[in-house]
């Protein structure tokens, strides 16, 4: 068949994780957690199952399930939402975000996008007939350039993507990048997509900023959350999306017919867990500043350059002192010949950038972060 999207291939994450397979290599490339989820949440799923849930849930999810979202938005956030109105359970933030920008994208409007920016939001962009703007964050420290964002912004400007905690760099936006995002947004009349599927992730203190902490932001905003990384699940690929009611109605719109629902066991499975234990995401930030550390602290005496990350379960680590290879090259071969699998992230500019980082999970046993540590500290 003649193909309606040739520039689309199969994602970095499946191509690294397939090759860390065929290598035997120790994968710290593709997201996710190599430990099980809380075992009380697993059960909850079994009885979820085995209770009779296992039929269509609501379109935009399970009553039970939105009341405890809103109660959660309520007690980490300090934020009132209507879960009728205002939360849409999805399957996975990837449809969610997909959904938001499908349902609010006409032919010809532009979308910026900050680079190095995650794989889902270009051919979300370009399959709604959008145009997305992209702007490299700052070089080494990956904030925003706001003065490149404003320089960027005209009337066909209709939406900005933001994602902080950042993947894959790890960066954390600040109060005074929250501010001059209202000001841009109020100012241009932007919607945004704010991707926080990290949003529990975030160390040393710093707090994680959501949009809908913001009036301005608020009533503009689509803030996409991930249960995958919250509860250490991304295999069962549920979500949420919290946004103005005309924007929840709006996303709901395109939905019913994506997908039409959430899996209904993950969502009573979900609300029961958090009816039980509504602090269990607060402590996530301690338990990863931890795997954090160990890594880190592991590669203080490599060769590798690194800042410990702001937010996220991801490490850069900076190889500029160790090879002039391109990252894409250093993946592979690092793959293949050492035995640990990471992510070159100049896949996720429209050109190589020129930097020489490599993006490394420490969402895993402290065994695996201590062994991939051991090897990287050889190089
Ligand atoms: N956004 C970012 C930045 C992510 O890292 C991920 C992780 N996969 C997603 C969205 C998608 O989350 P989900 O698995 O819930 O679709
Ligand atoms: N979000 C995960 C990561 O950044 C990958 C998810 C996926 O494979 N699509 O590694």
Redesign the pocket.
């Known amino acids: 068949m003649d193909s309606k999207l040739p520039g689309i291939g199969t994602t970095i994450f499946t191509r690294m994780s397939a090759l860390a397979a065929e290598c035997g290599a120790i994968n710290l490339s593709q ?1 996710y957690p190599d430990f099980e989820a809380p075992e009380e949440l697993r059960e909850a799923l079994a009885r979820a199952v085995m209770d009779g849930h296992n039929q269509y849930a609501p379109m935009s999810g399970l009553p039970a399930l939105r009341e405890q979202l809103a109660l959660q938005l309520q007690l980490h956030r300090g934020v009132a939402c209507d879960p009728e109105t205002e939360i849409t359970v999805v399957p ?4 969610g ?1 997909f959904c938001s920008i499908m349902a609010s994208v006409r032919a010809g409007d532009e979308v910026l996008v900050m680079d190095p920016s ?1 794989d ?1 939001y270009i051919p979300a962009i370009e399959m709604a007939g959008g145009k997305a703007v992209r702007i490299a964050l700052r070089a080494h420290s990956f904030a925003v350039d706001w003065d490149a964002v404003a320089a960027t912004l005209n009337p066909r400007s209709r939406m900005i993507i933001i ?1 902080s905690p950042h ?1 894959p760099t790890g960066a954390v936006l600040s109060e005074d990048d929250m501010h001059t995002l209202e000001r841009l947004a109020i100012e241009y009349d932007l919607l945004v997509c704010s ?1 926080e ?2 949003e529990h992730l975030t160390y040393d203190d710093l707090p994680h900023r959501s949009v809908l902490q913001y009036p301005g932001l608020r009533e503009r905003s689509f803030a ?1 959350f ?1 249960f ?2 919250t509860f250490s699940v ?1 295999g069962w ?1 549920t ?1 949420y999306c919290v946004a103005a009611p005309a924007l929840s109605a709006e996303l709901r719109k395109v939905h019913q017919f994506v997908a039409f629902v959430a899996v209904t066991p993950v969502q009573q499975a979900v609300a029961d867990f958090l009816a039980d234990y509504p602090e269990y995401p607060a402590r996530l930030a301690g338990f990863y500043q931890r795997k954090r550390d160990l890594f880190c602290d592991a590669l203080a005496g490599s060769n590798f350059r690194l800042r410990p990350s702001a937010g996220t379960y991801f490490q850069l680590l900076d190889y500029s002192d160790i090879s002039t290879a391109t990252d894409q090259q250093l993946a592979e071969q690092w793959t293949r010949e050492l035995g640990v699998a990471s992510i070159p992230i100049s896949v996720f500019y429209p050109s190589p950038p020129g930097l020489h980082y490599l993006r490394f999970c420490f969402a895993k046993n402290d065994a695996t972060l201590e062994q991939a540590a051991e090897i990287l500290c050889g190089i």
């Not at 996975?92 to 449809?95: I, Q, R, S, V, Y």
């Open positions: 997201g996975g933030a990837t449809e975000i995650y889902s994602n993947n991707d599927v990290y996409h991930s995958g990384k991304t690929k979500g």
